[in-house]
């Protein structure tokens, strides 16, 4: 996130979570200056045994021309390197270089979860109208949005690596990152679940390794693509539903409440009996709310293609007789009940 203070520099920051246990560099999402707007930067975490340092580092960016990288490096000696409490607190580091880009902290005077961050000097922004909207729109966020997904393919910054399907294609990502939107991710990274696999066996460095056998590389994609841009795109009704199913088992909650929202704004007459026996009947939750449309609307419902191709053929849907069932005692009217 970016704020502003009455030092007239605008801050960079990025939460760090479960610091006693980082054991190699972590890497923040790519940020840039808007004096230097095609050139990014990171900042790394590097543990080093009772200590840790803060750095900044670049990223390589093919669009950015010799000026951008000259800006880039002159603005660079004005960073201020930081680390605070969640409080707000500043930590005092115990060594820094001259310039404050390299500062060295205790691991014993940090606490579990902290902020890092860098302060920049606030440029200032032309009168001209015209120039002020070319400004504006440079550095807009699907600039830095670009760079994030396209990280989601590179291993260079990346501590954990997915491996999806039976072809095993790759994703990358940052587990600080991860573990800031996903309740089961922090559990697994902590506890060291069994899913992460010793990373020398598979020569990826100190790191975590996941197997994703039950979700498309696609799903897992826009999960990830979600998690860092806020992001997820979806072409068809089967798309959604898997969305779903992947930010329900990895408690990711944003992105379920937004699918979920997506599985409800297509619920009608037609599409009901799909929704509820592909889809909604295995989440608890969903299934509530698509059983309680089909029950008041089931005299319609049940004239339907996509209600008779499931009456026709169980095997469509093994739970049909089941959730039939349901709809129907439901449907009944009180005195017969």
Request: aromatic fraction near 12%.
């Amino acid at each position: 996130m970016v704020n502003f203070d009455r030092e007239n520099r605008s801050h960079y920051e990025f939460e760090v979570s479960s610091v006693s246990l980082l054991r190699h560099e972590t890497y923040s999402p790519p940020f840039a200056h808007d004096c230097s707007l095609n050139q990014f930067w990171y900042i790394v975490i590097k543990p080093l045994h009772e200590y840790c340092a803060l750095y900044l580092e670049p990223y390589h960016n093919p669009n950015a021309s010799q000026a951008d990288i000259f800006m880039a490096r002159l603005t660079r000696c004005t960073y201020k390197i930081y680390a605070r409490n969640l409080n707000g607190t500043e930590i005092i580091p115990i060594s820094s270089n001259r310039e404050g880009t390299y500062v060295v902290y205790k691991k014993s005077a940090l606490m579990e979860t902290i902020l890092v961050g860098v302060k920049m000097p606030i440029v200032g922004v032309s009168e001209d109208p015209l120039i002020s909207k070319f400004i504006a729109k440079l550095i807009s966020p699907p600039n830095l949005r670009n760079v994030w997904r396209k990280g989601l393919r590179l291993s260079n910054t990346a501590d954990v690596m997915f491996r999806v399907g039976e072809d095993e294609e790759k994703l990358f990502a940052n587990s600080a990152i991860l573990s800031k939107k996903s309740k089961y991710f922090r559990t697994l990274f902590e506890e060291n679940c069994e899913n992460c696999i010793s990373a020398n066996e598979y020569h990826f460095g100190n790191r975590h390794e996941i197997r994703i056998l039950d979700f498309s590389y696609n799903t897992v994609l826009q999960m990830l693509r979600f998690i860092y841009t806020g992001e997820a795109y979806a072409s068809t009704r089967e798309e959604i539903y898997d969305i779903f199913s992947i930010a329900e088992k990895y408690k990711i909650n944003g992105l379920k409440l937004k699918s979920r929202r997506l599985i409800l704004g297509i619920l009608n007459i037609e599409t009901a009996a799909e929704i509820l026996c592909k889809h909604a009947w295995k989440h608890p939750e969903l299934k509530i709310e698509v059983m309680d449309f089909m029950i008041k609307n089931f005299s319609q419902i049940k004239k339907t293609d996509g209600y008779q191709k499931y009456m026709m053929n169980y095997a469509e849907c093994p739970m049909f007789r089941v959730l039939n069932f349901e709809i129907l005692m439901a449907s009944l009217p009180e005195s017969l009940n």
